[in-house]
């Protein structure tokens, strides 16, 4: 009994640890675009994204999928990644020859014909994982894979039963489906998950400015609040008053910057004569609970005076430190130097 404890502390971090590898859910997902110009002519284009990193890029021009990542083989050996490659490529090559002869089958469809997939899977805690692919027709939903076979979307045309009906009599196509999303998607996933794990979850602080933008109307201002920089995407603007948030705030959508961190910019409408003590608010999980306040109008408004600061007294206290550390040794020499006089 006296063990007890001892084996919890052992076994706890050890089950911990095993906990802690994910908590969160990751989606991974290939996207495919093919453009069929006519029956003789077409591309095919696609991308593979662990959440909103482009781990994969397969262009038409080129026979092998490019790694966009140090790390998108995730733990796949050479072999087991030319095996998947070259699935892929059988995939690709019937992909654009079948459409070519379900085109010839179905007189409403002409060219330029535009098919736009997407499929992956959401992996969960604790190996749960899901599945999915979806297929647009000219940038309409019209089918999806459920389960065992292909399905029409609810609101694609009826003249598509019958090319789905010839889809799935072919079985073979159906089971390489099911063992890529059953099976290979969770795996190669986990596995980029494991690999890229500290890309993943870099956290790159914001940076935030502040401009005028163009003024709406005669009298009023409009107050532009610049955040860049950070990474991962979730952030929270606000401009407020005080405590007072205020709901008038418009925020973008957040943009991509060319590094793969973020931008965002929040825009509000004042009148000119209430400008003052207006303040932009930034939270996001890199600042560790320091959010950035920027008043309008106030010039020392930046980060980077705050950083300054902190610095300064680090520094400060590095320099007392060693002030101390010096003048002890040298006091304790000099009681050496007068007791060997003595
Ligand atoms: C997770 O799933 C994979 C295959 O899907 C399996 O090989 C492995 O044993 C599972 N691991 C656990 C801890 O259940
Ligand atoms: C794949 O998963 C679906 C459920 O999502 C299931 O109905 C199907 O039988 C599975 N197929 C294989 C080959 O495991």
């Given amino acids: 009994m006296r063990y007890l404890p001892c084996l919890l502390l052992w076994v706890f971090p050890q089950v911990w640890g095993q906990f802690e590898v994910q908590q969160k859910n990751y989606t991974f997902r290939c996207m495919q675009i093919s453009s069929f110009v006519n029956s003789s002519c077409s591309t095919t284009d696609a991308s593979a994204w662990l ?3 482009q781990t994969h890029r397969w262009s038409n021009a080129s026979d092998t999928i490019s790694f966009l990542r140090p790390w998108s083989q995730g733990r796949l050996s050479n072999e087991q990644w030319q095996k998947l490659q070259h699935l892929l490529q059988v995939y690709r090559f019937s992909f654009t020859r079948d459409i070519q002869e379900l085109v010839k089958m179905v007189p409403k469809a002409h060219y330029p ?3 736009q997939l997407s499929a992956g899977c959401e992996v969960y805690p604790m190996n ?3 599945s999915f692919l979806h297929v647009a027709f000219q940038g309409e939903y019209i089918l999806s894979f459920q389960g065992t076979s292909w399905q029409k979307a609810p609101e694609a045309p009826a003249w598509l039963e019958l090319p789905i009906r010839v889809i799935n009599s072919d079985l073979g196509t159906r089971e390489t489906v099911q063992l890529l999303l059953n099976d290979t998607c969770p795996q190669f996933a986990r596995g980029l998950l494991e690999a890229g794990k500290s890309e993943l979850e870099k956290q790159e602080k914001p940076v935030a400015w502040l401009s005028s933008g163009l003024s709406p109307t ?3 201002q409009q107050l532009v609040c610049h955040v860049s920089g950070f990474y991962p995407k979730p952030v929270w603007v606000m401009w407020m008053r005080g405590d007072q948030e205020q709901q008038s705030t418009h925020t973008g959508d957040v943009l991509p910057n060319a590094d793969g961190t973020w931008y965002l910019q929040a825009t509000l409408d ?3 004569r209430e400008v003052t003590g207006l303040a932009c608010r930034v939270k996001h999980s890199s600042l560790g609970g320091q959010d950035i306040i920027l008043f309008w109008g106030k010039k020392e408004n930046n980060n980077s005076g705050k ?3 902190t610095d300064l007294v680090i520094c400060i206290v590095v320099i007392a ?5 010096v003048a002890i040794v040298y006091l304790k020499r000099k009681r050496c130097f007068y007791q060997g006089i003595l």
Avoid: K, T, Y
């Fill in 128 to 130: 749960a994982s899901e």
């Fill in 51 to 53: 959440e909103d990193l």
């Fill in 307 to 309: 950083q300054l600061s």
């Fill in 270 to 272: 004042v009148e000119a």
């Fill in 113 to 115: 014909i535009e098919f």
């Fill in 321 to 325: 430190v060693v002030a101390c550390v």
């Fill in 218 to 220: 005669h009298g009023h």
